[in-house]
């Protein structure tokens, strides 16, 4: 059997690896386990001419696509949405934008505010610190004085606006409508032993040159260089309880699938909005027939997903291309409740660059824009090098019927059941999908578009997994407590994004980060009293 630690966290993503750089300075034991492998940047796909045939093969954003050894199958069928992910260490800060937004502060009040969905039981002013810590972790871009936000500190300089962001930007200042650069974890000059931004364009499948804040280069050598102890290529299958109802440790199979136990005082779980949930449904036992820590019958339930739109136009003059970090500007313009929209809480646009050759010519055709035949190459021309446009995000509340099951056939290679996502898109989501899609033909059209093309709900863009597992002061109406603590099991925690109570309308990370990194400091702070 393996030897007792004091700290087992499973999931060494965003989350486990804030969790972990955190607890280091307590000195305790603290091991990591993830099913997933540390990975060697010389062979992302931007190193070699293919690297986009390998975006629908080994960095494929679904893992029903991908397929590796590290991935576990996602049954989303009964989704429109379907699931992204990566599992390894730095869990899917790998292929993420690094696109870094926080949090409103209104997004902690939505109850109080607009009456829909909860409050959460703390707020952006418990967090700023823990924002402004991974801010500077993490390696954040960015330029001070968004009117979006409360006051923050600039790292470093911001990723540049390039054409897009220069005409783009234009458009808004002719709308009035609110834009700034976007905050994003990428380095724009040289790091904390991470090289500058060069503009290489491939962030989604991986930064070759390491300037993409990927937690396999941010915490984790910190932790491990503190004594953490990362096990990669385990996969966790259940965590075990003792008669008193603790948990006593974690069940996982190793590379060559043979099982193993590990003890540990205090367990934490990391693996996101899916495999979280999935791994307490699957520790069911007779103390906890429905799942680990979900007297409350929540976890899993309450999953959001950030419905998406992408509007996307052409431009007679060239454009940036596929070439700088995908995401440059972003608006808040319409963020916030108006009552007059017909919806409730709101979107934000975050504006991107174009596309590869292979994606051009894909899409072209499946827009109706690029014809076969004599004019191939010359509407060819017209789209390559000449697009530009944005997505919105749309904040989707939580709602119970939007869950992760387990599959009752579907299983991974070591025999686990697999999750199965019901997901139904709401009626206040759809409503702004529209709008959002109607405002972002109009800023493309401002800034002097043809071509514009709009997908809404994109499906492939599972990839924000938040709330079944969510924060909260009352047992019956949350799973953890208000410092991440389960309310049924008193050693067992949970950071990652399954505690989120609503969504907000930008990408979670930066604030999934920073609930870690508060969490972390609770346990640290209450260390002598933190199972009472
Ligand atoms: C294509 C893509 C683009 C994205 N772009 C952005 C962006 O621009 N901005 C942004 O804020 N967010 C973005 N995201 C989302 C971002 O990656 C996630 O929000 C973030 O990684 C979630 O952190 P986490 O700690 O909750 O989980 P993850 O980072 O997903 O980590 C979970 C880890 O747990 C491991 N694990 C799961 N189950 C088990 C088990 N049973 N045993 C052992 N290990 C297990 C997994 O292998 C994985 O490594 C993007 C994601 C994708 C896929
Ligand atoms: S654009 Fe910058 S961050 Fe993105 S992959 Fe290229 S070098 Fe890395």
Redesign the pocket.
């Given at each position: 059997m393996n030897e007792k630690v004091d700290v087992l966290i499973?999931?060494?993503?965003?989350?486990?690896a804030a969790m972990a750089w955190s607890l280091a300075d307590t000195r305790m034991r603290i091991l990591c386990?993830?099913?997933?492998d540390w990975q060697n940047t010389s062979d992302f796909p931007s190193n070699g001419r293919d690297w986009e045939a390998r975006l629908t093969e080994d960095f494929a954003?679904s893992p029903n696509r991908r397929r590796l050894s590290?991935d576990y199958p996602v049954n989303d069928d009964d989704s429109p949405i379907k699931i992204?992910?990566?599992?390894?260490?730095?869990?899917?800060?790998i292929?993420?934008?690094?696109?870094?937004p926080r949090l409103h502060p209104s997004d902690f009040r939505v109850r109080s505010l607009d009456g829909v969905a909860d409050d959460w039981p703390i707020d952006y002013e418990t967090l700023e610190p823990f924002f402004a810590l991974n801010d500077r972790m993490m390696g954040v871009a960015s330029l001070a004085g968004d009117p979006a936000y409360p006051e923050k500190d600039q790292v470093m300089g911001p990723i540049p606006l390039g054409r897009t962001g220069q005409v783009l930007g234009k458009a808004l200042n002719d709308l009035g409508w609110h834009w700034w650069p976007s905050d994003a974890a990428i380095a724009t000059r040289e790091y904390e032993g991470r090289a500058p931004c060069i503009n290489l364009g491939q962030c989604?499948s991986g930064c070759a040159q390491g300037a993409k804040g990927t937690t396999d280069l941010t915490y984790w050598p910190e932790a491990q260089r503190a004594r953490v102890e990362i096990r990669p290529r385990?996969?966790?299958?259940r965590i075990e309880t003792g008669p008193d109802g603790m948990a006593t440790g974690a069940h996982?199979f190793d590379a060559d699938g043979k099982e193993h136990f590990q003890p540990a005082e205090i367990v934490i779980l990391?693996?996101?909005?899916i495999?979280t949930p999935?791994?307490l449904l699957n520790s069911a036992s007779g103390r906890f027939p429905n799942g680990l820590a979900n007297s409350s019958g929540l976890v899993g339930r309450n999953l959001m997903l950030h419905p998406y739109a992408q509007i996307r136009g052409h431009f007679d003059q060239p454009m940036d291309g596929h070439r700088g970090s995908p995401?440059c500007i972003w608006s808040h313009e319409f963020y916030e409740t108006e009552a007059a929209r017909g919806f409730v809480r709101g979107y934000c646009y975050q504006f991107s660059r174009g596309m590869g050759p292979v994606r051009t010519a894909t899409t072209g055709m499946a827009d109706g824009l690029l014809p076969w035949g004599e004019d191939h190459h010359d509407a060819f021309r017209r789209l390559f090098g000449h697009s530009a446009g944005m997505l919105a995000i749309c904040e989707d509340l939580p709602e119970e019927h939007n869950r992760v099951t387990l599959d009752p056939d579907l299983k991974d290679a070591n025999g686990i059941p697999a999750p199965k996502i019901s997901y139904r898109l709401s009626e206040n989501s759809r409503l702004m999908l529209d709008h959002s899609v109607e405002r972002g033909v109009k800023i493309l059209k401002a800034a002097g578009a043809r071509d514009i093309t709009t997908r809404a709900p994109l499906p492939y863009a599972g990839?924000?997994?938040m709330g079944t597992a969510r924060m909260g002061t009352d047992p019956e109406r949350s799973v953890v407590n208000e410092w991440g603590r389960s309310h049924d099991v008193k050693n067992l925690f949970i950071v990652?994004?399954s505690v989120f109570v609503t969504s907000g309308g930008v990408?979670?990370?930066?604030t999934?980060q920073a609930v870690a990194l508060y969490v972390a400091d609770q346990i640290k702070t209450r260390l002598y009293e933190l199972f009472d």
């Amino acid at each position: 059997m393996n030897e007792k630690v004091d700290v087992l966290i499973i999931g060494a993503g965003a989350s486990g690896a804030a969790m972990a750089w955190s607890l280091a300075d307590t000195r305790m034991r603290i091991l990591c386990l993830d099913q997933g492998d540390w990975q060697n940047t010389s062979d992302f796909p931007s190193n070699g001419r293919d690297w986009e045939a390998r975006l629908t093969e080994d960095f494929a954003l679904s893992p029903n696509r991908r397929r590796l050894s590290a991935d576990y199958p996602v049954n989303d069928d009964d989704s429109p949405i379907k699931i992204s992910n990566f599992n390894g260490v730095g869990g899917g800060t790998i292929l993420y934008a690094g696109h870094y937004p926080r949090l409103h502060p209104s997004d902690f009040r939505v109850r109080s505010l607009d009456g829909v969905a909860d409050d959460w039981p703390i707020d952006y002013e418990t967090l700023e610190p823990f924002f402004a810590l991974n801010d500077r972790m993490m390696g954040v871009a960015s330029l001070a004085g968004d009117p979006a936000y409360p006051e923050k500190d600039q790292v470093m300089g911001p990723i540049p606006l390039g054409r897009t962001g220069q005409v783009l930007g234009k458009a808004l200042n002719d709308l009035g409508w609110h834009w700034w650069p976007s905050d994003a974890a990428i380095a724009t000059r040289e790091y904390e032993g991470r090289a500058p931004c060069i503009n290489l364009g491939q962030c989604g499948s991986g930064c070759a040159q390491g300037a993409k804040g990927t937690t396999d280069l941010t915490y984790w050598p910190e932790a491990q260089r503190a004594r953490v102890e990362i096990r990669p290529r385990c996969r966790v299958s259940r965590i075990e309880t003792g008669p008193d109802g603790m948990a006593t440790g974690a069940h996982y199979f190793d590379a060559d699938g043979k099982e193993h136990f590990q003890p540990a005082e205090i367990v934490i779980l990391a693996c996101n909005g899916i495999g979280t949930p999935r791994l307490l449904l699957n520790s069911a036992s007779g103390r906890f027939p429905n799942g680990l820590a979900n007297s409350s019958g929540l976890v899993g339930r309450n999953l959001m997903l950030h419905p998406y739109a992408q509007i996307r136009g052409h431009f007679d003059q060239p454009m940036d291309g596929h070439r700088g970090s995908p995401i440059c500007i972003w608006s808040h313009e319409f963020y916030e409740t108006e009552a007059a929209r017909g919806f409730v809480r709101g979107y934000c646009y975050q504006f991107s660059r174009g596309m590869g050759p292979v994606r051009t010519a894909t899409t072209g055709m499946a827009d109706g824009l690029l014809p076969w035949g004599e004019d191939h190459h010359d509407a060819f021309r017209r789209l390559f090098g000449h697009s530009a446009g944005m997505l919105a995000i749309c904040e989707d509340l939580p709602e119970e019927h939007n869950r992760v099951t387990l599959d009752p056939d579907l299983k991974d290679a070591n025999g686990i059941p697999a999750p199965k996502i019901s997901y139904r898109l709401s009626e206040n989501s759809r409503l702004m999908l529209d709008h959002s899609v109607e405002r972002g033909v109009k800023i493309l059209k401002a800034a002097g578009a043809r071509d514009i093309t709009t997908r809404a709900p994109l499906p492939y863009a599972g990839w924000h997994l938040m709330g079944t597992a969510r924060m909260g002061t009352d047992p019956e109406r949350s799973v953890v407590n208000e410092w991440g603590r389960s309310h049924d099991v008193k050693n067992l925690f949970i950071v990652d994004g399954s505690v989120f109570v609503t969504s907000g309308g930008v990408n979670p990370t930066s604030t999934i980060q920073a609930v870690a990194l508060y969490v972390a400091d609770q346990i640290k702070t209450r260390l002598y009293e933190l199972f009472d």
